[in-house]
């Protein structure tokens, strides 16, 4: 079993539509949790940044955290044309590396 | 504020050569991940450095990889006697110690 599973899409969705993207991971270690943009051949850019469980909002994106289902998701609500990139989730322990998912290639198509 | 730098942004090396990758972290932060990404792949950890420590580098083969953060200048990713298999996109991040990272745009390494 891997530790983050990420559905890596694509997933294509009209513009103006509320995106959910989620991942599941099996370490129960991990306290911190981002989420990443990536457009094609750039580097990672952090979007949201959570500890332990609950909701965080900035702007247009939410960022929920359930630990005891083992659960993260990334909002995205009035959907642009500029948020077509792929989504990455990260989560680490104190002290360690990010772990990633695959990442999630999402599609708004105008 | 320049962002974390990294340079070279495109290496070719033949096979057997040796890759030194280099990365500035942001002004203020003195801790630093490097990443490796394969096409199709996610961003797998390597190696976590602070000034003049390798603090974990559970992530790195033992063989070939070596990765330093001297007190002074960047950050150096090493890869001796590189192999095709070692083609992929090399990123690091800084933190200023907190569990935010930043990453740089990358260094491509294309072995022929």
């Known amino acids: 079993q891997k530790e983050v599973e990420q559905d890596p899409g694509p997933l294509s969705v009209p513009e103006g539509a509320i995106v959910s993207l989620n991942c599941t991971y099996s370490?129960?270690?991990?306290?911190?949790f981002m989420w990443y943009r990536q457009y094609s051949r750039k580097g990672p850019e952090l979007l949201m940044y959570?500890?332990?469980?609950g909701n965080k909002e900035d702007g247009r994106f939410t960022a929920q955290v359930d630990k005891s289902s083992k659960y993260i998701s990334l909002f995205i609500r009035d959907s642009q044309p500029s948020d077509s990139a792929t989504y990455l989730c990260?989560?680490?322990?104190?002290?360690?590396?990010?772990?990633f998912g695959k990442g999630t290639h999402l599609i708004i198509q105008p | 504020n320049a962002g974390v730098m990294q340079n070279p942004r495109h290496l070719v090396r033949r096979r057997g050569q040796e890759a030194r990758l280099r990365c500035s972290p942001m002004?203020?932060?003195?801790?630093v991940y490097w990443y490796r990404q394969l096409p199709e792949e996610g961003l797998k950890f390597m190696v976590y450095l602070q000034k003049e420590n390798i603090i974990d580098e559970s992530g790195m083969p033992k063989e070939r990889f070596s990765a330093e953060f001297p007190k002074e200048g960047p950050s150096i990713l090493r890869i001796q006697q590189v192999v095709r298999g070692d083609s992929a996109a090399y990123f690091c991040a800084s933190s200023p110690g907190s569990p935010e990272a930043f990453f740089g745009q990358g260094t491509r390494l294309t072995v022929v």
């Open positions: 990260a989560m680490k322990d104190v002290g360690d590396g990010l772990t």
């Open positions: 370490n129960s270690a991990f306290q911190y």
């Open positions: 002004k203020g932060h003195s801790h």
């Open positions: 959570t500890y332990s469980s």
